[in-house]
Antibody, heavy 118, light 105 residues
């Protein structure tokens, strides 16, 4: 059974960057895509982007283009999401999710709270 | 990108009630329309994909239907563990609806 375990919560200052990791275990890694989705306080789910591990190809939501990098390391079965130029609006819980097929996400990681505070 | 609008944004219901949640798309959905359950402090959980295929392990009281621009998620006989927020999601964009929060009356 596939499990995704994310890194712990982070506190960052405005203008800085954060990198969150998501380690997959219990299944194959290379044949899947992994996406990152965030939930700001009181808001809904927002897709940020994803990576298809086999080819290393990435796609990003237009809103985050140029500010986010999503990557995957097959040797450690870990995906990463780096978000730069943080603002207070980036305070959110960030989730990774495996793309089982064609934009269907299961399972999900437990979430990582990123707090942007001065 | 397809915009998804969920209604109602919240509802109150009792254990045993049946409820229907709606998801409307700004244009016809050509790939998959999926539903997720999200509880506070927990990871979102895939319930239904396609839009009517039940994920393994999801109780049969959950059902999904629809096509084109209108989709529904029905919970037949609410259980205490079903009180949560439900999101529809379209596979192509892939965008999420704003969610419907199901609360205990």
């Amino acid at each position: 059974q596939v499990q995704l375990v994310q890194s712990g919560g982070e506190v960052r200052k405005p203008g800085s960057s954060v990198k969150v990791s998501c380690k997959a275990s219990g299944g194959t890694f290379n044949n899947y895509g992994f996406s990152w989705v965030r939930q700001a306080p009181g808001q809904g789910l927002e897709w940020m982007g994803g990576v298809f591990v086999l080819f290393g190809t990435t796609t990003y939501a237009q809103k985050f283009q140029g500010r986010v990098t999503i990557s995957a390391d097959a040797s450690t079965t870990t995906t990463y999401m780096e978000l730069r130029s943080l603002t207070f609006d980036d305070t959110a819980v960030y989730y990774c999710a495996r793309e089982r097929m064609a934009g269907i996400y299961a399972p999900w990681g437990q979430g990582t709270l990123v707090t942007v505070s001065s | 990108d397809i915009q998804l609008t969920q209604s109602p944004s919240s509802l109150s219901a009792s254990v045993g009630d049946s409820v229907t949640l709606t998801c409307r798309a700004s244009q016809s959905v050509t790939k998959f329309l999926n539903w997720y359950q999200h509880k506070p402090g927990a990871a979102p959980r895939l319930l239904i994909y396609g839009p009517h295929t039940l994920e393994i392990g999801v109780p049969a009281r959950f059902s999904g239907s629809g096509s084109g621009t209108e989709f529904t998620l029905t919970i037949s006989g609410l259980q205490p563990e079903d009180f949560a927020t439900y999101y529809c999601q379209e596979s192509d964009s892939p965008s999420f609806g704003g969610g419907t929060k199901v609360e205990i009356k």
